[in-house]
């Protein structure tokens, strides 16, 4: 392993995050704020509470995930995307670096830069309400792999974009609506039966309701389950970025 | 001396069939400078991209410094550095940070001194911390090179690097070739400018259309297909060669003030003397004389146009 080279992808991927460090950082204070504000004052006030949960408190877990999922993968998806745009990946396909490396270097700073942004609503949210997380190591465990594993579904999805309207598509056509969909604020058990069966066909009811569990000890599905959906969708990224070093899909002709 | 770099019949076709390199053999000793000339799309690129590892090669074989560049990458790409055609660098990056980078990719540890030192050669070291962007593209261009330079490479590949320079950037960057070739850099440089590969190129590789027509000492290659010219120049301009001269192929040049003679510098006998005793046969006074040697950019053009002998 290379690992001079992760470090040096991975530091000069985390200068562009420090560059932008006010921006990177106030967008997702203004927003969870404002969430907080419509969501939890304003209808919050009519719902009360959602399986025994203050509905403000409720949200906190959604909106860590809606905002965690959505930064990994445009994080992600611009690194490696931007090097291809101005022309710099000859330097990357002309380094003594494999795609492990490649991917570990972009991957790892994209999903450091998300996890920050995570913390910081964490942090942002626990001055709004009242927060107890009841499985804190699993809140943790489930943080990081969501990090991670969007990181490197953006990292496919930079690889595969050929101009900025597609880079900027699948986030803003399937991960917003599934994320939203997904139960990030409300509990799949609220919906009616024949939508509660639909909705188990989207991966990140999977995660929410994890995460959810995770804060609060109770879950819309079992919590294996989740952990289970988690690792299948990091490896089958991975499985995918490995297919893609190895024939050069759309980076090497 | 050994081959750092040799080429063993390297193919690339594309999918719509259109053949980019078609069976390239090529073997570059440590230390030389070698001119790739060619036109544009004559496959100069492609060579240096497929060699580097930024395209694969349909069939064939590289080994640099004896290391094969698909079965043992990591030791042929670490001896290599590139410098592209196209000045690709992330403009929001400090000069500093960019060089450090690539030392980094190249899994090198940090030495700043080293890089310091690249840089003042460059005359990069004041604008270090200076974004790309805020460069000139002159400046931009030395900090590809300096990229290319600060993982400490035996082999330099530069693309086309005087493209688009203006002729005091030219020189500059001449000059830094030869630095680098005094230190023991092998230097790959294709160009299309003829005067570049003639002022500081050892060897000279002529590529079009995907094939190496060939490669060859400048000296030979100048010596081999020049031809000279004398020009004999007259006292009192004549209107029409005289007839006794008539076999020698002469031009009347400068309003009957010269006459031109082209000769093969390979042939056992040139002619000269038979002219110059000839002319004064004729009559005509002789105010003096001299030859020109044809450049490489005719024996270029000959060579692509297939005139060649």
């Given at each position: 392993?290379?690992?001079?080279?992760?470090?040096?992808?991975?530091?000069?991927?985390?200068?562009?995050?420090?560059?932008?460090?006010?921006?990177?950082?106030?967008?997702?204070?203004?927003?969870?704020?404002?969430?907080?504000?419509?969501?939890?004052?304003?209808?919050?006030?009519?719902?009360?509470?959602?399986?025994?949960?203050?509905?403000?408190?409720?949200?906190?877990?959604?909106?860590?995930?809606?905002?965690?999922?959505?930064?990994?993968?445009?994080?992600?998806?611009?690194?490696?995307?931007?090097?291809?745009?101005?022309?710099?990946?000859?330097?990357?396909?002309?380094?003594?670096?494999?795609?492990?490396?490649?991917?570990?270097?972009?991957?790892?700073?994209?999903?450091?830069?998300?996890?920050?942004?995570?913390?910081?609503?964490?942090?942002?949210?626990?001055?709004?309400?009242?927060?107890?997380?009841?499985?804190?190591?699993?809140?943790?465990?489930?943080?990081?792999?969501?990090?991670?594993?969007?990181?490197?579904?953006?990292?496919?999805?930079?690889?595969?974009?050929?101009?900025?309207?597609?880079?900027?598509?699948?986030?803003?056509?399937?991960?917003?609506?599934?994320?939203?969909?997904?139960?990030?604020?409300?509990?799949?058990?609220?919906?009616?039966?024949?939508?509660?069966?639909?909705?188990?066909?989207?991966?990140?009811?999977?995660?929410?309701?994890?995460?959810?569990?995770?804060?609060?000890?109770?879950?819309?599905?079992?919590?294996?389950?989740?952990?289970?959906?988690?690792?299948?969708?990091?490896?089958?990224?991975?499985?995918?970025?490995?297919?893609?070093?190895?024939?050069?899909?759309?980076?090497?002709? | 001396?050994?081959?750092?770099?040799?080429?063993?019949?390297?193919?690339?076709?594309?999918?719509?069939?259109?053949?980019?390199?078609?069976?390239?053999?090529?073997?570059?000793?440590?230390?030389?400078?070698?001119a790739?000339l060619g036109p544009?799309?004559?496959?100069?690129?492609?060579?240096?991209?497929?060699?580097?590892?930024?395209?694969?090669?349909?069939?064939?074989?590289?080994?640099?410094?004896?290391?094969?560049?698909?079965?043992?990458?990591?030791?042929?790409?670490?001896?290599?550095?590139?410098?592209?055609?196209?000045?690709?660098?992330?403009?929001?990056?400090?000069?500093?940070?960019?060089?450090?980078?690539?030392?980094?990719?190249?899994?090198?540890?940090?030495?700043?001194?080293?890089?310091?030192?690249?840089?003042?050669?460059?005359?990069?070291?004041?604008?270090?911390?200076?974004?790309?962007?805020?460069?000139?593209?002159?400046?931009?261009?030395?900090?590809?090179?300096?990229?290319?330079?600060?993982?400490?490479?035996?082999?330099?590949?530069?693309?086309?690097?005087?493209?688009?320079?203006?002729?005091?950037?030219?020189?500059?960057?001449?000059?830094?070739?030869?630095?680098?070739?005094?230190?023991?850099?092998?230097?790959?440089?294709?160009t299309h400018y003829i005067e570049e590969a003639e002022a500081?190129a050892d060897r000279i590789g002529v590529i079009a259309?995907?094939?190496?027509l060939l490669v060859e000492e400048k000296e030979n290659l100048m010596t081999r297909m020049g031809q000279k010219q004398l020009e004999v120049q007259l006292t009192t301009p004549i209107s029409v060669v005289p007839e006794q001269l008539a076999h020698y192929d002469l031009q009347l040049v400068n309003g009957g003030d010269a006459l031109v003679y082209t000769y093969d510098t390979r042939g056992e006998r040139t002619g000269i003397t038979g002219l110059l005793n000839d002319v004064a046969q004729a009559g005509l006074a002789l105010a003096d004389v001299q030859t020109r040697q044809s450049s490489l950019e005719d024996i270029f053009v000959d060579l692509v146009s297939g005139d060649a002998p």
């Open positions: 392993m290379n690992w001079t080279a992760v470090a040096s992808i991975y530091r000069f991927e985390m200068a562009r995050f420090f560059r932008t460090l006010m921006q990177s950082f106030l967008s997702p204070v203004l927003s969870t704020s404002l969430y907080f504000v419509v969501f939890g004052a304003a209808i919050g006030s009519r719902i009360d509470q959602v399986e025994g949960i203050d509905y403000g408190a409720f949200i906190v877990p959604g909106l860590i995930m809606l905002s965690v999922m959505t930064q990994a993968i445009s994080n992600a998806s611009f690194g490696i995307y931007f090097p291809k745009f101005i022309g710099t990946i000859y330097e990357l396909l002309s380094a003594p670096v494999n795609f492990l490396e490649i991917v570990l270097g972009y991957v790892g700073a994209a999903a450091t830069k998300a996890l920050f942004i995570g913390v910081v609503i964490l942090a942002t949210a626990s001055l709004f309400v009242d927060l107890t997380i009841a499985h804190p190591w699993a809140m943790v465990l489930f943080l990081l792999l969501t990090c991670l594993s969007f990181a490197l579904l953006g990292f496919i999805i930079g690889i595969w974009a050929g101009n900025f309207e597609q880079l900027q598509l699948v986030p803003l056509m399937i991960v917003t609506p599934l994320v939203f969909l997904g139960g990030s604020f409300y509990s799949i058990s609220m919906l009616p039966p024949i939508w509660q069966k639909i909705t188990m066909f989207n991966p990140v009811v999977y995660l929410i309701s994890g995460f959810r569990w995770a804060f609060f000890d109770t879950a819309d599905v079992p919590v294996g389950l989740s952990l289970l959906a988690i690792g299948g969708f990091t490896t089958l990224c991975l499985a995918v970025i490995w297919w893609i070093f190895k024939t050069g899909w759309r980076i090497r002709s | 001396m050994p081959a750092i770099l040799a080429i063993r019949d390297l193919r690339k076709s594309y999918a719509n069939g259109f053949e980019a390199l078609k069976g390239v053999t090529l073997d570059i000793e440590e230390g030389e400078i070698l790739l544009n799309g004559a496959g100069k690129t492609t060579l240096i991209s497929t060699i580097c590892g930024i395209i694969i090669p349909s069939s064939g074989t590289v080994t640099v410094g004896g290391h094969d560049t698909i079965e043992d990458y990591r030791a042929a790409r670490s001896l290599i550095g590139l410098v592209p055609q196209e000045i690709n660098l992330e403009p929001f990056e400090t000069v500093w940070n960019t060089v450090r980078f690539s030392r980094g990719l190249f899994g090198k540890s940090r030495n700043d001194a080293l890089l310091e030192d690249i840089l003042r050669k460059l005359s990069l070291w004041e604008k270090r911390k200076s974004r790309i962007m805020e460069l000139s593209g002159g400046m931009k261009r030395r900090v590809l090179i300096a990229k290319a330079l600060s993982h400490e490479p035996r082999i330099l590949f530069l693309d086309e690097p005087t493209a688009g320079v203006d002729v005091e950037l030219r020189k500059d960057m001449w000059t830094i070739v030869a630095e680098l070739k005094a230190s023991g850099v092998t230097i790959i440089l294709t500081i259309d995907g094939a190496l």
